[in-house]
């Protein structure tokens, strides 16, 4: 029975989407996506000449893409694979287990159980820590991000992601379950790691200030965030764009254009991205083709070859990396 209760959990993940908090496609999200989208219609501030309401928040050329039918397909997969492989297995490696060991390691390190012990804190205290806490997931967020496209190995499970040719909200699930797994647990590295500091400096008395259940600053980004996979153009503030990581700059890092190889990897914040030299920002609307280069979006053209070819082009990497002759290696997009 507790089994069949397991998978039957398990097996709703993917619907249990729509009405969870920290999902992205939660519905008052998509809703207010939804509104903000009418609004940028009604006051005339499109980057389209497209006069038709319904037309301009749901163009067929970008929901019935090609591209777009492979998200919606890949949906069920990955989210499954997400609840069955990638979460027990990012469980066993926590934030709350990192930073346990980490305020644990600091201690035994200094002979100091806290270091500023802090017995009742107050409101700033815990706006202070949900801060720090939440620049440390963003910057792991940020750096794995780079990482996932510098380290040829993790690239070819990451550009899965970057064969996208249109953008919707289903895009954010073109991942492979490696691509995932990295991800995560880089970020709970880095949560880990801030906690446990924060942990043996003052205490653990701090609390995340939230929303609904959501980080304050999370829950704010994703009342916008579906617009990083999304065709409506929005940008932010130039200033502003230096600190916050505009929709319109994600969807830079998407096109197929070797001038933004190398630009805008962060999630909530640009800051990183000011602060290491690969920050972007558009001076105005600029409609780009998306996708890879040379054709090699073709070589993803079904849900399975998401999750296998990766596989294969690794090892081929590896075998070339290690001087062993290959079958076709001369002829970069031959693979069918």
Not at 88 to 104: D, K, M, Q, R, Y
Request: hydrophobic share 45%; aromatic share 16%; proline share 6%.
């Amino acid at each position: 029975m507790e089994l069949i209760t397991f998978v039957l959990e398990k097996s709703l993940y993917p619907l249990k989407q729509v009405v969870s908090p920290d999902s992205q496609i939660y519905w008052p999200y998509l809703l207010s996506s939804l509104c903000i989208a009418l609004l940028i219609f009604s006051l005339g501030f499109k980057d389209s000449a497209e006069k038709n309401m319904l037309k301009y928040l749901f163009p067929p050329k970008v929901f019935l893409h090609r591209s777009a039918i492979l998200d919606y397909q890949n949906y069920l997969p990955i989210m499954l694979a997400k609840s069955f492989l990638v979460i027990p297995i990012t469980a066993l490696l926590s934030a709350t287990a990192i930073a346990n060991l980490v305020s644990h390691a600091l201690s035994y390190l200094t002979s100091i159980s806290t270091l500023f012990p802090i017995s009742h804190p107050p409101l700033w205290y815990h706006l202070s820590f949900s801060l720090f806490l939440i620049l440390a997931i963003d910057f792991g967020y940020f750096y794995n991000h780079y990482l996932r496209h510098k380290v040829p190995l993790l690239w070819e499970f990451h550009k899965i992601h970057h064969t996208a040719e249109v953008l919707t909200p289903f895009t954010l699930y073109r991942h492979h379950p490696l691509d995932y797994l990295v991800q995560i647990l880089s970020v709970s590295l880095c949560a880990g790691t801030a906690t446990g500091i924060w942990t043996f400096l003052f205490g653990s008395q701090a609390q995340v200030l939230s929303l609904n259940g959501v980080p304050w600053l999370l829950f704010a980004f994703y009342l916008t965030g579906n617009f990083r996979h999304s065709h409506i153009w929005v940008a932010f503030p130039n200033w502003a764009s230096y600190v916050l990581m505009s929709p319109a700059q994600h969807y830079i890092h998407h096109a197929n254009d070797s001038r933004y190889y190398d630009t805008n990897y962060g999630k909530i914040l640009s800051l990183w991205d000011w602060m290491f030299g690969t920050l972007y920002i558009p001076q105005g609307y600029q409609e780009l083709p998306l996708g890879l280069p040379d054709e090699e979006d073709n070589r993803f053209d079904t849900v399975m070859s998401f999750y296998f070819k990766p596989f294969r082009l690794a090892f081929r990497r590896l075998k070339a990396q290690s001087g062993l002759s290959l079958p076709n290696q001369n002829t970069g997009t031959s693979e069918s």
